[in-house]
Nanobody
Framework: QVQLVESGGGLVQPGGSLRLSCAAS????????MGWYRQGPGKQRELVAI???????NTADSVNGRFTISRDNAKDTVYLQMNSLKPEDTAVYYC??????????WGQGTQVTVSS
């Protein structure tokens, strides 16, 4: 049974930082492309950042320079370090594991709220 369990969300003031974690089980973690997506209020789910099995990363323009994705294959965990948070970063953040185009898994999501 595949499980992706996100943690680290919460309420933070503008300009603050959070680190999200996603612990995976039931998959061969090291061969999967891992990603973080988010869905804000009234918005569609959008890509935030991905990291390939080889460690290459790509981040959305809206978070480039503020968010960093990383992975620890020894711990089967992917992280999203979020700095200089803005109110528009408020969303439910979802972890994704993908292998090719036919296999994809999602976590349950973790809420991030940026507000003073």
């Amino acid at each position: 049974q595949v499980q992706l369990v996100e943690s680290g969300g919460g309420l933070v003031q503008p300009g603050g930082s959070l680190r999200l974690s996603c612990a995976a089980s039931g998959i061969i973690f090291r061969i999967y492309t891992m990603g973080w997506y988010r869905q804000g209020p009234g918005k569609q789910r959008e890509l935030v950042a991905i990291i390939t099995a080889g460690g290459s990363t790509n981040t959305a323009d809206s978070v480039n320079g503020r968010f960093t994705i990383s992975r620890d294959n020894a711990k089967d965990t992917v992280y999203l370090q979020m700095n200089s948070l803005k109110p528009e970063d408020t969303a439910v953040y979802y972890c994704n594991a993908a292998l090719g185009i036919a296999t994809t898994y999602w976590g349950q999501g973790t809420q991030v709220t940026v507000s003073s």
